[in-house]
């Protein structure tokens, strides 16, 4: 059994890694003026999905 707290172990590290990337990534795009442009793509994001989850409301109806 040692060796499969082994691979977790390695798992949460490499995720915890990723993560940490991640947010630097993040971090350097608000910086850098993305940060405007990914809440404009959110909130088309967000339209769509309201109009299509209406338009399915309607078929089931």
């Not at 060796?3 to 940490?20: K, P, R």
């Not at 630097?24 to 769509?48: K, Y």
Request: net charge negative.
């Amino acid at each position: 059994m040692a060796s499969v707290y082994g691979v977790e172990c390695l798992l949460g590290f490499a995720m915890v890694g990723a993560g940490y990337c991640f947010g630097a990534a993040i971090e350097r795009a608000v910086v850098d003026g993305w940060g405007d442009f990914s809440i404009v793509l959110l909130l088309v994001f967000l339209g769509l999905g309201f109009l299509g989850w209406r338009r399915l409301s309607q078929t089931v109806d």
